[in-house]
């Protein structure tokens, strides 16, 4: 019978990036821009983009280092649930793809659309599935292949982005361990600050939109860093009040990786010292859904992430969307 009482934790970790890398100097000979323009304004040195490949080929290869980690056979999973907002197509979903790629025959499978909050958005229905008991146990990815739709001739958005994956395996914890709680947020009456225009039902593929590249991302970058930081800093506050918790009993912060000004400033605002926020932007970029994952994958191969130390997620992106989402290891 289904339990609402339990949580979830993370029972394994895993992340795939792809092998070639796209440094800032190689950015120079494509677009009027420059290594320390780039690395002065966002923090970003070098991203890895993927040639030829799909998002469900990234979270596939993600999602069995942390099949592994977890000691779960992909016949044994129940669920699946990806974040992404570059699937490998409109339908089927790219779960569906992943489930094929890894061999997880019996699991339900479903995508979540909310960017850059991805991850942090599929970790709740997670929550909800597995902790309430109507599965045994979940696999959440986000996985981007970001590169697929950046305009490579408008500079102030090409050096942004990367492509890469991350996958968490979630299965039931008692209440008060793992997953202790979270806050999540939107406001659509923004999302032309952010957004992918044509492509949809409301703006279809035509020779038009093609031309006017309106298949690639578009973003208004001085209006999202300003709101971007109180609404991150506003969510945590707010997850971590649901949790019992304040920003003095978080151990390490792993915020989505979109520009380094904005994660120092939160982190500034909520009272964390640099050493208790981790930071792989420099190496990656923004990858979307797939950054805070990535994030948590590195954390734990760093040795990080211990027992009974408080993590707390944060992130936000097109919709407008955030999240954040407080966690005590286990």
Known sequence: MPNAGNSVKIAGLGKYLPEKILTNRDLEKLVDTSDEWITTRTGIEERHIVDNKPASFLGAKAAELALKRAGIKPNDLDLIITATITPDCRFPSTSCF?????????????????????????????????????????????????????????????VLFGDGAGAAVVVPVKSGHGLLGFHLGGDGNLGDLLMLPAGG?????????????????????????????????????????????????????????????????????????????????????NTSSASIPIGLCESYEQGLLKKDKIILLDSFGGGLVWGSMAIRWI
């Open 98 to 158: 992943i489930q094929k790629a890894i061999g997880a025959k019996d699991a339900a499978v479903f995508d979540v659309g909310a960017a850059c909050s991805g991850f942090i958005y599929a970790m709740t229905v997670a929550q909800a599935m597995v902790g309430g008991g109507f599965y045994k146990n979940a696999l959440v990815i986000g996985s981007e292949v970001l590169t697929s739709i950046t305009d490579w001739t408008d500079r102030s958005t090409c």
């Open 201 to 285: 039902s409301l703006m279809p593929a035509s020779r038009e939109t093609v031309d006017k590249k309106l298949h690639t991302i578009k973003m208004q970058g001085n209006e999202l860093f300003r709101i971007a930081v109180r609404v991150m800093v506003e969510c945590a506050e707010k997850a971590l009040s649901k949790s019992g918790l304040t920003s003095s009993d978080v151990d390490l912060l792993v915020p989505h990786q979109a520009n380094l000004r904005i994660i120092n400033a939160v982190s500034k605002r909520l009272n964390l010292p640099k050493e208790k926020v981790f930071i792989n932007l420099h190496k990656y970029g």
